[in-house]
């Protein structure tokens, strides 16, 4: 079932940013907003620059022109662009996953979890937010002594995303969540983002899976080649003769 439509104002805008590596434009003068509250997708193809995006959202990139500005509820607006990554999480409060999972193998679950929590200064609410992840996300309470890198592909995309949100994050970037995960997975993953963006946190979803992005976005953009090629609602999209041929595999 689609999400309802787009209706919030503008937590995250991309304006006009490129980023090139040398001689290589990845992202070409690319604009795209994230309402507060909604789930917003990217869609397009591998190579595409989505992931380049992410990166420079979350400042592992500067990008070569354009501004990103996160704004907060109290007004203040965050140019995302100039701010060093450890800065984009701490005070922006942006958290995210990646595409190849990056967890601490060595470490327990409980001990990943409280490392997404690092950033933050209120500890006393971290015990009711480890129980809001456990109940999202059961398998890890079973597994929570258990290392992270013992964990099954599916369960370590469950920790990369319970500890994204141990940040109390109010902007959460998710980078392919259902990459090279089981069906069953893979559902349950698309449930749980649902959920998660229902608890009143803001959503940029990139994935390749289109089908299922595109049913829970409030918003998506397509991206091909480094520009926004389409945008719209999830259900305009689903519904473009273009997309389905594209990316739903329909004729």
């Given at each position: 079932?689609?999400?309802?439509?787009?209706?919030?104002r503008?937590?995250?805008?991309?304006?006009?940013?490129?980023?090139?590596?040398?001689?290589?434009?990845?992202?070409?003068?690319?604009?795209?907003?994230?309402?507060?509250?909604?789930?917003?997708?990217?869609?397009?193809?591998?190579?595409?620059?989505?992931?380049?995006?992410?990166?420079?959202?979350?400042?592992?990139?500067?990008?070569?022109?354009?501004?990103?500005?996160l704004?907060?509820?109290?007004?203040?607006?965050?140019?995302?662009?100039?701010?060093?990554?450890?800065?984009?999480?701490?005070?922006?409060?942006?958290?995210?996953?990646?595409?190849?999972?990056?967890?601490?193998?060595?470490?327990?679950?409980?001990e990943?979890?409280?490392?997404?929590?690092?950033?933050?200064?209120?500890?006393?609410?971290?015990?009711?937010?480890?129980?809001?992840?456990?109940?999202?996300?059961?398998?890890?309470?079973?597994?929570?002594?258990?290392?992270?890198?013992?964990?099954?592909?599916?369960e370590?995309?469950?920790?990369?995303?319970?500890?994204?949100?141990?940040?109390?994050?109010?902007?959460?970037?998710?980078?392919?969540?259902?990459?090279?995960?089981?069906?069953?997975?893979?559902?349950?993953?698309?449930?749980?983002?649902?959920?998660?963006?229902?608890?009143?946190?803001?959503?940029?979803?990139?994935?390749?899976?289109?089908?299922?992005?595109?049913?829970?976005?409030h918003?998506?953009?397509?991206?091909?080649?480094?520009?926004?090629?389409?945008?719209?609602?999830?259900?305009?999209?689903?519904?473009?003769?273009?997309?389905?041929?594209?990316?739903?595999?329909?004729?």
């Amino acid at each position: 079932m689609s999400a309802p439509a787009a209706h919030g104002r503008p937590l995250l805008e991309v304006e006009h940013i490129t980023m090139r590596f040398g001689g290589l434009t990845a992202v070409n003068d690319l604009s795209f907003a994230a309402s507060k509250g909604e789930i917003t997708a990217l869609i397009g193809p591998n190579g595409a620059g989505k992931t380049t995006v992410f990166n420079c959202i979350t400042g592992f990139y500067k990008p070569t022109q354009g501004m990103i500005t996160l704004t907060q509820d109290d007004g203040a607006s965050y140019l995302l662009e100039r701010m060093p990554d450890f800065r984009i999480a701490w005070r922006a409060k942006v958290a995210r996953t990646f595409q190849n999972i990056r967890l601490f193998g060595g470490m327990t679950v409980l001990e990943n979890l409280d490392m997404g929590a690092y950033t933050r200064k209120d500890r006393k609410s971290l015990g009711e937010d480890l129980d809001r992840v456990f109940e999202l996300f059961p398998r890890l309470a079973e597994r929570r002594s258990q290392a992270g890198g013992t964990l099954s592909g599916g369960e370590q995309q469950m920790l990369a995303i319970g500890r994204a949100l141990m940040a109390k994050p109010r902007l959460l970037l998710l980078d392919e969540p259902s990459m090279g995960l089981a069906p069953q997975f893979i559902q349950q993953i698309f449930r749980i983002i649902t959920e998660i963006n229902s608890q009143g946190v803001t959503v940029l979803l990139v994935e390749q899976n289109a089908q299922q992005a595109l049913q829970r976005a409030h918003r998506a953009y397509v991206i091909e080649t480094g520009r926004i090629t389409k945008s719209g609602t999830g259900e305009e999209l689903l519904a473009d003769p273009a997309i389905k041929e594209a990316y739903l595999g329909v004729a």
